[in-house]
């Protein structure tokens, strides 16, 4: 089974910190995301990343960056937190083949509940 | 940008009855994905489709790509079921907009 772990399910960090959110699949996933999920917006995408080192913004990116230096671990980085990014977040991994392939499902991690105060 | 629009946003049951959850998409796509979150939970897949139907036990997709449309039926449904359904379109790369989901409560 695909198992995609992320560091904590809940963290309460103050204004103004710098956070960093971690996930690690372990199935040699090639693509990795990081979802945010907010009561009546749904899931929305962050960043993405389809290789090492490679990444590409999402739908809002604004206030986050990210890191891939391995290919099974894929970093969420808030720079300067506010509570606007009070949130769930969500990482989640996937195959790279053939577009509208199976092989393509995501599988989510367990998800981090952020408080910012 | 995809707009992907789910209905009903709430929907409640009784124990065995037919449920339909619809989704419908902006542009075309790749691939549509069905989502299940329980309460508290993390996110399952449950189907991935690019064309006609999918069956599993007593959950079933399918996609109409002229229409872009899809459904999500479950049949003889159980308070088990309840749960957010969340439809996911994919596009031209491996990225998903998503819809904001459908709570279902299924009640004994």
């Known amino acids: 089974d695909v198992k995609v772990t992320q560091s904590s399910r809940y963290l309460v960090k103050r204004t103004g910190e710098k956070v960093f959110l971690e996930c690690v699949q372990d199935?040699?996933?090639?693509?990795m995301f990081w979802y945010r999920q907010d009561p009546g917006l749904g899931l929305r995408l962050i960043y993405f990343?389809?290789?090492?080192?490679?990444?590409e913004k999402g739908d809002i990116p604004e206030g986050y960056s990210v890191s891939r230096e391995k290919k099974e671990r894929f970093s969420l980085i808030l720079e300067s937190a506010s509570t606007s990014q009070t949130s769930m977040y969500l990482c989640a991994s996937s195959l790279s083949v053939g577009l509208g392939s199976t092989y393509n499902e995501q599988f989510f991690g367990p998800g981090t509940r952020l408080t910012v105060l | 940008k995809n707009e992907v629009e789910q209905s009903p946003q709430n929907l409640t049951a009784q124990e065995g009855e037919f449920i339909t959850i619809n989704c419908s998409y902006s542009?075309?796509?790749?691939?549509l994905h069905w989502l299940q979150q329980h309460p508290g939970g993390g996110i399952v897949s449950l189907f991935m489709l690019s064309s006609g139907k999918k069956k599993h036990g007593r959950l079933i997709a399918t996609i109409n790509i002229q229409e872009k449309h899809s459904s999500l039926h479950i049949t003889a449904s159980h308070p088990r079921d309840s749960a957010v359904y969340i439809c996911?379109?994919?596009?031209?790369?491996?990225?998903?907009?998503f819809g904001k989901g459908t709570l279902l409560t299924v009640n004994p």
């Open positions: 199935m040699d996933h090639e693509n």
């Open positions: 990343s389809y290789d090492v080192k490679m990444k």
């Open positions: 996911g379109a994919g596009g031209s790369n491996y990225k998903l907009t």
């Open positions: 542009v075309g796509i790749s691939a």
